[in-house]
């Protein structure tokens, strides 16, 4: 993850903003401004850790909006050597260190944790249903339904928690779903188009719900198929028809995945299965930050 992006510099910036992190009344009006502190990042449950590289980019951007001097003070971030996005913490276990002024450590800790606990929420789902499917060929994918504004982060989280990014947006990749068909005249029709005007090396997958939409999609020219809301039993006769193919067909499945079911469908034989749940329903994981003022 590039965390000096424009991308993410605008995000985490307007975290700092909307929380009005420079203009904390309560810091401001309690604390010494000349007092440095040190705080120590914890996880409270077993997790797997995201976006601790966000935390000195995010004290960075805080001395760009506060022209204060206790914001442009020194700052050291540290992590033990074993502790990095990707690798599983365990409780009471400390992700990171910060060393700064002691105003701008309580001012922008809310947002330093909403972000840690969100993405390593992400992370930590993730590698449950990878697990939940090691040693099977499939591999877990998230999907676009992602908070506003925060796709890039969660899907990087994803990563870290071990699964496989799908595609980022719009107009990285065809995929024809029912609404295209019904909306553009029928398979054939919104095939045909798609395979004329792409652009070199984009494959086109086709969302079918029914034998039925798997034999026109096969007949027409799809190159992907995305198997749509069917059960573990019917995935595994679609996957049998496209193995029939000449030509070889990624497969994947989608709608109603859960952590009690996916093994299952990694077992029909698809290639991939894509979960919304990774992005729109982990739980933040429990993660603290103790505040200690240095000795002087």
């Not at 797997?48 to 909006?65: D, K, Q, T, W």
């Not at 000449?246 to 497969?251: H, T």
């Amino acid at each position: 993850m590039d965390w000096k992006s424009h991308r993410i510099d605008a995000l985490l910036e307007q975290a700092l903003l909307e929380d009005k992190a420079a203009g904390d009344a309560t810091t401001n009006l309690t604390i010494d401004p000349n007092l440095r502190a040190t705080a120590s990042i914890l996880a409270r449950e077993e997790m797997i850790v995201a976006g601790l590289g966000a935390v000195p980019r995010l004290l960075e951007i805080f001395a760009r909006l506060d022209p204060r001097p206790q914001a442009q003070t020194r700052f050291e971030v540290v992590s033990h050597p074993e502790i990095f996005d990707g690798v599983r913490a365990h409780p009471g276990q400390v992700l990171a260190v910060i060393r700064h002024n002691a105003r701008v450590l309580l001012s922008s800790e809310r947002v330093i944790l909403n972000l840690l606990q969100h993405l390593s929420g992400i992370a930590s789902l993730t590698r449950q249903y990878v697990d939940a499917i090691h040693g099977t060929r499939a591999r877990v994918l998230d999907t676009r339904k992602t908070v506003p504004g925060m796709r890039a982060l969660e899907k990087y989280a994803v990563l870290c928690g071990g699964g496989t990014n799908h595609r980022l947006d719009l107009a990285s990749g065809i995929l024809i779903k029912n609404n295209h068909i019904s909306l553009g005249g029928g398979v054939a029709a919104v095939l045909a188009r798609a395979i004329e005007h792409r652009k070199p090396g984009q494959r086109i997958e086709v969302e079918v719900r029914s034998s039925q939409e798997l034999e026109e999609a096969l007949g027409h020219g799809a190159e992907a198929i995305l198997l749509d809301n069917m059960t573990p039993a019917q995935a595994k006769d679609s996957v049998d028809r496209i193995k029939k193919e000449e030509r070889w067909i990624p497969i994947e499945a989608s709608g109603g995945i859960v952590l009690g079911n996916i093994r299952a469908y990694a077992e029909a034989g698809v290639d991939f299965i894509s979960v919304g749940a990774l992005t729109h329903s982990a739980r933040a994981a429990d993660i603290s930050m103790t505040i200690a003022p240095e000795p002087s």
